[in-house]
């Protein structure tokens, strides 16, 4: 398990956002050296902003097939240039999938979802019934591989009941089953090259982990200024806390500035025509 | 052997109603200048593949070309979802449409079973998914070796696989560079392939290593400059992300979509539409 505790720098960031806190706290569980399968949106943005802060040596991959990217900007899709033109090399989708990510090559698969359960299971795919959905959601992409074949996974999701359901509506991506069990009683050469699931869950309110026995969803660290009756209230569940849970440690300046420079960077890339070449 | 066509000739002559249609690109490439010739000769009753169907196919299956779409992954990339797509799927508008979904690593091995010729792509996949629950097609091998139980799919074999890339040298071998994607696979899949590319040049000057597809390997190649925008041919153009934002309120409507699509694909000439 990453370290929360280093120095992030030594100023802690006098106002920030809930959401700015999720993308900080997410970043520091991001340790030096990890290689790290990025899913888009949040996770990219977390995983970015640890190389650009506490660990320059982390190597991000994308499912494009960009290995060992350095973006200047975050992506808006999971296949933009800039994640092809800063990249060590790029490969085939299918070798990226067959050799990088089956062959065991991944640290941290770090993902997104719609919903998660008590279990930790993610859907991704829709609300209701498979054949008369009541919301169609874009589907599996990478992610059902990348939750098992990544060595651990963590995953960041805004706090909510829609999104913490106590049992998701179709499982797309493994957690720990709809019994906790799923990962349990493998074939052994399955268990030997199928990873530990999800280890941390990252929102806007706390972190959670799957308890080392029933592997269900506990919280273990509340972020400042945020309330118990608040992640209840946010949890689809009857929620469980730690003994003793932790205080997130604030962001810092660096971090807070970084990340919003990050971002201000995004957002004038993506808002005009880039007819220029992209080489 | 590559025939130079035009692009109207490429398409009237290789894709035909009720065909299997792959047109891949992953983000980068996206062949939709050939998708839009497809929609203006109004074919019907396509199975199209694609790992990831974005704004294409979203355009295809609002204009009523699509009867199936097998796929790991339908969105927005990093805008939200395809609302074509998705009346398709909830509302059966403008006519149902029948899905197959998988992840992107079966498709990836899909892809590369079907090149090489093979019944089923192998991978240890799907793991505690309900994906195998709703797809009939996502089956289990034991491995005779270790007896391992393994996800088994079959292989991706397209009527017809439409790509777009850089260029064509004038003997008709092909140059993909950047994001490659799924690219060669989807075309070494496919009874019948269709390139557009974007200049051809004297020599394509490439690498030993760089993805070629030697011109026996592909059925027509049609010269289309812009033809993978609003994504983008590296080297050439970037992707036009403000469209891709863009389109989440035009789709969303189905009038609107509608008169777009009338505006900006099937009132136009070949190759210079959006």
């Given at each position: 398990m990453?370290?929360?505790?280093?120095?992030?720098?030594?100023?802690?960031?006098?106002?920030?956002?809930?959401?700015?806190?999720?993308?900080?706290?997410?970043?520091r569980a991001l340790t030096n050296g990890t290689t790290c399968f990025v899913g888009i949106g949040l996770p990219s943005e977390a995983a970015n902003l640890a190389r650009l802060t506490h660990a320059p040596d982390t190597v991000l991959i994308y499912e494009s097939g960009t290995l060992q990217t350095r973006p200047?900007?975050?992506?808006?899709?999971?296949?933009?240039?800039?994640?092809?033109?800063?990249?060590?090399?790029?490969?085939?989708?299918?070798?990226?999938?067959?050799?990088?990510?089956?062959g065991g090559r991944v640290d941290v698969g770090f993902l997104g979802t719609a919903q998660i359960d008590r279990y930790a299971n993610l859907n991704t795919t829709l609300i209701g019934d498979y054949r008369e959905p009541k919301v169609r959601l874009p589907g599996g992409g990478g992610a059902p591989e990348i939750a098992t074949n990544s060595r651990e996974?963590?995953?960041?999701?805004?706090?909510?009941?829609?999104?913490?359901?106590?049992?998701v509506d179709f499982i797309t991506s493994l957690g720990f089953g709809r019994d906790g069990r799923a990962r349990d009683d493998l074939h052994p050469e399955t268990a030997r090259h199928i990873g530990r699931g999800p280890t941390l869950v990252i929102t806007d309110l706390c972190l959670m982990r799957p308890d080392p026995d029933t592997h269900e969803l506990v919280v273990t660290s509340i972020h400042p200024g945020v309330t118990r009756e608040q992640i209840v209230d946010a949890t689809g569940w009857p929620v469980r806390f730690v003994e003793s849970p932790e205080a997130t440690p604030e962001p810092s300046e660096h971090e807070v500035s970084t990340l919003r420079e990050l971002k201000a960077r995004t957002e004038r890339h993506h808002s005009g025509h880039h007819e220029e070449k992209s080489a | 052997m590559a025939e130079f066509l035009s692009l109207h000739e490429a398409i009237a002559r290789h894709v035909h109603d009720g065909d299997t249609v792959a047109l891949e690109g992953f983000t980068h490439l996206i062949p939709f200048a050939a998708g839009h010739e497809i929609i203006r000769q109004k074919r019907q009753n396509l199975t199209l593949i694609r790992m990831t169907p974005d704004l294409l196919y979203d355009q295809m299956i609002g204009m009523g070309c699509a009867s199936k779409l097998i796929f790991s992954w339908g969105g927005n990339p990093g805008v939200g979802s395809l609302h074509r797509l998705r009346d398709a799927v909830e509302k059966h508008y403008p006519a149902p449409l029948e899905i197959l979904e998988h992840s992107h690593a079966a498709m990836a091995c899909a892809w590369e079973a079907g090149a090489a010729g093979l019944p089923l792509a192998v991978l240890r996949g799907y793991l505690g998914s309900d994906l195998p629950r709703v797809n009939q097609d996502i089956r289990h091998i034991d491995c005779p070796f270790t007896g391992e139980r393994l996800a088994?799919?079959?292989?991706?074999?397209?009527?017809?696989?439409?790509?777009?890339?850089?260029?064509?040298?004038?003997?008709?071998?092909?140059?993909?560079?950047?994001?490659?994607?799924?690219?060669?696979?989807a075309v070494l899949a496919a009874r019948r392939s269709v390139v557009t590319v974007e200049e051809v040049v004297d020599s394509l000057e490439a690498h030993p290593n760089a993805c070629v597809l030697p011109a026996w390997a592909i059925s027509a190649i049609a010269v289309a400059p812009g033809g993978a925008a609003p994504s983008y041919t590296h080297g050439y153009y970037g992707r036009r992300n403000d469209f891709y934002k863009?389109?989440?309120?035009?789709?969303?409507?189905?009038?609107?979509?509608?008169?777009?699509?009338?505006?900006n694909v099937m009132t136009v000439e070949e190759g210079v539409s959006a």
């Open positions: 990453s370290d929360m505790s280093p120095d992030h720098g030594n100023t802690t960031a006098h106002d920030y956002t809930a959401t700015e806190m999720m993308t900080v706290t997410a970043s200047d900007v975050l992506p808006l899709s999971i296949g933009d240039g800039e994640l092809c033109d800063t990249a060590l090399s790029t490969v085939s989708v299918p070798e990226m999938f067959r050799y990088w990510l089956q996974v963590f995953v960041m999701i805004k706090h909510s009941p829609r999104a913490f359901v106590e049992e | 088994a799919i079959p292989a991706n074999r397209p009527d017809v696989t439409v790509i777009h890339a850089q260029k064509a040298d004038r003997a008709g071998n092909v140059l993909i560079e950047g994001i490659i994607g799924v690219q060669k696979e863009q389109w989440d309120a035009i789709a969303r409507d189905r009038d609107t979509f509608r008169q777009w699509m009338e505006d």
